[in-house]
């Protein structure tokens, strides 16, 4: 593994460590689900809908 790392530091690349969500946490998916039910009741939900609708290619996922 350090021989690896050493490879990658030489070319330019260095180790970042990322915290995400530990989805298998009962109170983790609680809190998401309370938080896309607000998003969802949200004034501006059907205009930014329109706007993600119109701005992505949706090719691309082809």
Same mark, same amino acid.
């Given at each position: 593994?350090? &021989? =690896?790392?050493?490879?990658?530091?030489? /070319?330019?690349? =260095?180790? *970042? /460590?990322?915290? *995400?969500?530990d989805l298998r946490d009962p109170k983790m998916l609680k809190q998401i689900r309370r938080e896309g039910a607000l998003l969802s009741k949200h004034p501006e939900n059907a205009a930014i809908d329109d706007?993600?609708?119109? &701005?992505?290619d949706w090719d691309a996922l082809k």
């Open positions: 593994m350090a &021989s =690896r790392r050493d490879r990658l530091r030489a /070319q330019g690349m =260095r180790p *970042v /460590q990322h915290w *995400v969500p706007w993600i609708e119109a &701005s992505y």
